[in-house]
């Protein structure tokens, strides 16, 4: 089976613009969780889709959002963008039952924000 | 879930076993002890977890002590590839999938 993927896998933006970012789950995998990491505070949970639903959030201000499709793909956005959103973005998939199960990442989308 | 606590850094020969230790003395009875690595700027790898018996796989093997309060990670043969950051994660299966990551143990596989 082909892994996570995750679009682009690097991205330069300036300070105010927004930015989607793009995930592709393991095929027959319906969860999706999204992760932020930098250096400072390390790996940290943004949210869940489960079915189309956000299922979890961390947390991270409303500038922070995501989606999930039908097909499982997830995007996530952040909006007027601030040099410290600067991070390796991660999306992690896992077959997604009534309980919370193993998760697969992805390679990451490393955003740098001038 | 649980808090851990990992060293923060070992070191290993290449070719012998690589043992790392997590502490999780607050665990409780229905939270599961996960393993996670990750390669530099790459993302986490997920390894092994197990519940109380101990486990085994092609990558590595996990010893939880019996009154589940300290667990263990072992590769048994470390090579270099191995160098990494190994996260000791504790977590209940509830609904939501969300992994709250410490700051791990860097492992270096010398020569």
């Known amino acids: 089976k082909a892994g996570v993927t995750q679009t682009p896998r690097y991205l330069i933006k300036t300070r105010g613009q927004q930015v989607t970012l793009s995930c592709s789950p393991i095929?027959?995998?319906?969860?999706v969780s999204w992760y932020q990491q930098t250096p400072g505070q390390g790996l940290q949970f943004l949210f869940e889709?489960?079915?189309?639903?956000?299922?979890n959030k961390g947390n991270f201000p409303g500038r922070f959002s995501g989606r999930q499709f039908s097909n499982s793909r997830s995007e996530m956005n952040v909006s007027t963008l601030e040099l410290g959103d600067s991070a390796l973005y991660l999306c992690a998939s896992s077959p997604g039952g009534p309980v919370g199960d193993t998760q697969y990442f992805g390679p990451g989308t490393r955003l740098t924000v001038l | 879930d649980a808090k851990t606590t990992q060293p923060t850094s070992m070191d290993c020969a290449e070719g012998r076993a690589a043992n790392l230790p997590c502490n999780h003395s607050?665990?409780?009875?229905?939270?599961?002890v996960y393993w996670y690595r990750q390669i530099h700027s790459q993302g986490p790898q997920y390894i092994i977890h197990g519940l109380k018996n101990n486990e085994t796989n092609e990558m590595a093997s996990l010893i939880i002590t019996e009154d589940r309060k300290s667990s263990t990670l072992i590769l048994p043969h470390a090579t270099l590839r191995d160098t990494a950051v190994y996260y000791c994660?504790?977590?209940?299966?509830?609904?939501?999938?969300?992994?709250?990551f410490g700051a791990g143990t860097i492992l270096r596989v010398k020569s």
């Open positions: 095929s027959g995998h319906r969860s």
């Open positions: 889709y489960f079915s189309e639903t956000q299922r």
């Open positions: 994660i504790v977590r209940r299966l509830i609904r939501g999938n969300k992994l709250v």
């Open positions: 607050t665990i409780s009875g229905n939270e599961y």
